[in-house]
């Protein structure tokens, strides 16, 4: 453990300012992915929060960039990848040891359960669930409890590979090169477009274009022209009144309209891989810009209940899914909204808990670096090593049981329907 590291006046200076309309619109797309993973009869289209996400995060994070190029000269890599794991890294560590916890008490000795973890640990899940051909619409029937961490993965390795990008594209010197910039980003959403229509034939289930990460970063990469737009050297462009009006209108229009996509557009539909996604991306963009502008709308996504559950919204996503996987119908015998509330009600208090305990002591640097390093690569080892253990250990004998009796097996929890 160490001090505290305050932020200096030029650190505080390269930052865009805190806007609680941004959390407003965070908690509505997690409230929509919760909602469709307890009931998706209810929001047909609540995974569409995850492209909400996508947008905004690279928004945000090209914003940063930028800024920093224009007030610093340079952009310190080691130091954005540095903010970006210990943003991302603790709440994963902590899922992860709760899944080997729970397993352990509830008797789910699955073998894909180390594949998954490690996939998840390395920022890989998305693509270690096309391999094993497990499509998104799989996640009711056979559901992994990291199944997930598809959409951390493919942050992740957006925020990899996207500074590389910047840094390449804007150059050295005081001019920056901000068309080439868009230039590239927005390469990068037409040809991401063009394969998630390539990888996904007509009929086909959410698998390859759903989860891979270059048919869904056209998402991010929209948020991050969002950012050439409105991110200038004194920070936050302001758009004029007329401006802010039209664009507070289109806000609210575009609002709309994913509300529609949510409550209509299922996952499994073919005009998702044919454009639907790029335009439920562009769609969100117009929500951020209008939030941005801080007018009608901002006002009402700043709505303390919405930034409340938008502070949390990262540990309630990441902490969601393995909590809806064990609470079931069958464990809980209750119907699906008070259901609904009992998996919401403990999601929000363990994501608070880590938010306030975990994940912002590490964000402030009360952890110093090394310890933090070597603490997460010996915590990801440890844990793998568990999840090794409890299925070598278990499952070996639970199968030849099995087979000297003739007994069916209990289903596991992972089976069970959500």
Do not use: K
């Not at 090169?177 to 229509?197: E, F, K, P, Q």
Request: charged share 15%.
């Amino acid at each position: 453990m160490g001090v505290e590291r305050v932020p200096t006046q030029e650190q505080r200076e390269l930052r865009l300012p805190y806007l609680p309309a941004l959390d407003g619109l965070r908690g509505l797309a997690v409230a929509a992915v919760l909602v469709y993973h307890s009931r998706p009869s209810w929001a047909p289209g609540g995974y569409l929060g995850v492209t909400a996400f996508f947008v905004l995060s690279g928004f945000l994070i090209v914003g940063l960039m930028l800024r920093e190029r224009e007030l610093a000269g340079r952009i310190d890599l080691v130091a954005f990848w540095g903010r970006r794991a210990r943003r991302l890294v603790p709440a994963v560590l902590l899922v992860t040891a709760g899944v080997l916890v729970v397993s352990l008490l509830t008797g789910d000795r699955s073998r894909s359960l180390v594949a998954d973890a490690a996939a998840a640990l390395g920022w890989v899940a998305n693509w270690r669930f096309v391999l094993a051909h497990h499509s998104y619409g799989d996640l009711f029937s056979r559901p992994s409890p990291f199944q997930h961490m598809w959409s951390l993965a493919i942050e992740e390795q957006f925020y990899v590979v996207v500074p590389l990008v910047v840094v390449a594209a804007l150059g050295r010197g005081e001019r920056t090169r901000r068309g080439l910039l868009g230039l590239v980003l927005a390469g990068v959403v037409a040809a991401s477009t063009a394969l998630c229509i390539r990888f996904h034939p007509a009929g086909a289930g959410a698998l390859r274009s759903y989860y891979g990460t270059d048919t869904r970063v056209a998402e991010p990469a929209v948020g991050a022209l969002l950012a050439l737009v409105l991110v200038g050297r004194a920070g936050l462009r302001r758009a004029g009144a007329a401006a802010a009006i039209a664009l507070d209108v289109a806000g609210i229009a575009a609002l709309a309209a994913l509300a529609l996509l949510v409550l209509h557009l299922r996952e499994s539909a073919d005009a998702l891989y044919r454009g639907g996604f790029l335009g439920a991306a562009l769609l969100s963009a117009i929500v951020v810009a209008a939030a941005v502008q801080g007018r009608f709308l901002a006002r009402a996504l700043a709505a303390p209940a919405l930034v409340a559950l938008g502070r949390i919204s990262y540990g309630v996503y990441v902490f969601h899914w393995p909590i809806f996987v064990w609470l079931t119908p069958r464990r809980t015998h209750l119907d699906p909204l008070p259901l609904l509330a009992l998996r919401g009600s403990i999601t929000l208090v363990v994501a608070a808990a880590s938010y306030a305990l975990v994940e912002m002591p590490v964000r402030r640097g009360r952890v110093s670096r090394p310890v933090g390093l070597l603490g997460w690569a010996d915590a990801s080892i440890a844990l793998l090593a568990g999840m090794v253990a409890l299925t070598t250990v278990s499952v070996a004998p639970a199968a030849t049981s099995v087979a000297a009796t003739g007994a069916a097996p209990a289903p596991s929890p992972a089976a069970a329907s959500p």
